[in-house]
């Protein structure tokens, strides 16, 4: 009878250890994937805010699907898109802003980025009844293995205004 039961145990060690090395397989197998968050814009209740993702470059033959967000200043998220961009295909999500509290656009992409010709991640605030005033948050998507996007600036002339990291979804 303890030869038995020694035999259960072994069989329910077995199958943690292989139930383990599954979980841990599917987790090395996730792909990692870049976040870029513009810095948040400030300004009244009820703005319009239109965040995009645009491809300028020259026409390379190739589709990127991201995922575009527009976050709260308290980070959560007010509306959230997943869609294909490429040249003269760009993504848009528009929001009303709920409060006077800074809004940020993320936009999250895979690695490998290289379909995009000269891709920009752009976030717009304001009054609806004008049209904006201020020039929008512009940031360039580097492209795959250039970090800084081939370009210190984005296309407003001020200092870089996206956050760039590299997480697992």
Known sequence: MTAFNAGRGWVRALAVTALLWGVTAMAQATPQVTVMTTVPVTGTAMDQVVASVVDTGVHRGGTLTVTLRILAASGAVLAQVTGPVSE??????????????????????????????????????????????????????????????????????????????????
């Open 88 to 169: 003269g295909a760009p993504l848009r999500l528009s929001v009303r802003a709920p409060s006077a509290a800074g809004v940020r656009a993320q936009l999250v992409l895979p690695m490998n980025r290289d379909p995009l010709g000269v891709g920009f991640l752009v976030l717009e605030r304001w009054d609806p009844p004008s049209p904006p005033v201020e020039p929008p948050i512009a940031c360039r998507i580097p492209r795959t293995g250039d970090p800084i996007g081939g370009t210190s600036e984005p296309t407003t002339g001020e200092p870089f205004k996206c956050v760039m990291e590299i997480r697992a979804p």
